[in-house]
């Protein structure tokens, strides 16, 4: 008996059509499809299969294989590879959990079923009935009593399986890439204990988890190009939500002192490694807290998922550890002083802080020739990308900061900060801006700068302000970039790598 099983193909049988060095992909294809016309023929079809009772997976079994060796169990999955016998085969099927080997004899399954597994193929999904035992080089495997083709695989896996590497088909084709490629799986699987842990942590704050619309008649909340479309009833353009803040908050004014959304938002802007068209945060407000409190909730909740999910605070990203355990916070002024030799405390006109930034390389837009906007294009061009451990950024110009507080002590700036990680934008707090009449003048002042050319400025959102009227409390806020955090929790290069299913451009045909 031998379970030397190689799982590339290029070690099956001569006669599988997957071996692609021997025959094309239409020529695969086509027996592929015969196959599967002869077993309809026969009666035989497995799409007509609609349920396979199992007892475990594989990785149930593995874990416990010394109390169930002779034990009869069922399992079902994928074949990705097979060593094809006279009387005998051995073979590895893939389920959600992982690998197992299966050995099939001729004498224990019959002649018939014999003749049809060795007559299918890599990819086919079957189920399997057994007992565990131990093969004598020690792999933990099933001793096939019946076999079963629930699924006929009509396309071979790629690159003879294990090749399966190109990012680019990859992520057009996420389906395979999960199955070639088991460690992806990991990545997903991390994700979604993430999401879970996050509901856990703000559920446990007492946080409601809230639903709003993603069909907006105003793009609002954030700084950004929305998508458009058209309500043929209504006969008006909406626009896909570019942010939940303006919905949130107005749950505030309404009594919901603590709520919070996750979901996706959609933004008709560049495409990099670190933005997809669609994207996943989550946003939550809390009536009668400040910035502070913002800040605590942010560290805690990386802290508390790094702890849950991962079981470390050190987390491997590229070449460097990010240190969750230490948080540096400080202005953008300060940080800008740190990183530029630039004191903005100094500066005390329009005309010093261009002059200023002129010297280093910065060119200021005609529109954007203040103070605010100055300190603001530095930190963005200069420092951020120096931010390499979590550090929190606060007091920010209210140019660049609409919706949230001036600072009582400095009329200049906001009470808002974002926390950066690799030199990447995490999240984004206010101490929200709740004075109605200073919210319309600011936002008249985003419809100035639409109206001259800047299709990312906030439109006018008159029901808002109205909301604002009513009263909200003393509120704090804050956006978390979900994808982000997943591609530093996962040690990720691309954001599209913790997307299951990226926006690829099409290829043309």
Known sequence: MSD???????????????????????????VRRDKLAALVAAGKNPFEITRYDRTHNSAAILSDAENLI???????????????????S??????GEGQIQIYVKKDEVGEEAYADFKNMDIGDIIGVKGSVFVTHTGETSVRVSSITLLAKSLRPLPEKFHGFKDTDTRYRQRYVDLIANPEVKKTFVIRSKVVSAIREYLDGLGFLEVETPVLNTIAGGATARPFVTHHNTLNIDMYLRIATELYLKRLVVGGFEKVYEMGRMFRN?????????????????EAYTDLEHMMEIAQNMFCYCADKVLGTRLLPYNEVVIDLNNWTRMSMIEAVRMHTGIDFNQIKSDEEALAA??????EMPKAKQTWGYCLYEVFDQKVEEKLIQPTFIYDYPVEVSPLAKRKASDPR????FEFFIYAREMGNAFSELNDPIDQYNRFADQVKQRDSGDDEAQMMDEDYVT?????LPPTGGIGIGIDRMIM???????????LLFPTMKPIKK
Request: with cysteine; net charge negative.
């Open 70 to 88: 002779d034990k009869e169990v069922s399992i079902a999955g994928r074949i990705v590879s097979r060593r094809i016998m006279g009387k005998a």
């Open 269 to 285: 802007e560049g495409m990099d490694i670190r933005h997809n068209p669609e994207f996943t945060t989550i946003e939550l407000y």
């Open 413 to 416: 700036m906001t009470e808002r």
């Open 4 to 30: 030397n099983t190689n799982n590339n193909q290029q070690n099956l049988n001569t006669n599988n059509p997957d071996c692609e060095q021997e025959v094309d992909l239409a020529e695969i294809l086509q």
């Open 488 to 498: 530093l929790f996962t040690n990720s290069y691309s954001i599209r790598d913790v």
């Open 467 to 471: 909301a604002l009227e009513y009263g």
């Open 90 to 95: 051995f073979c590895h099927i893939l389920d």
């Open 357 to 362: 930034v002129k010297n280093i390389g910065i």
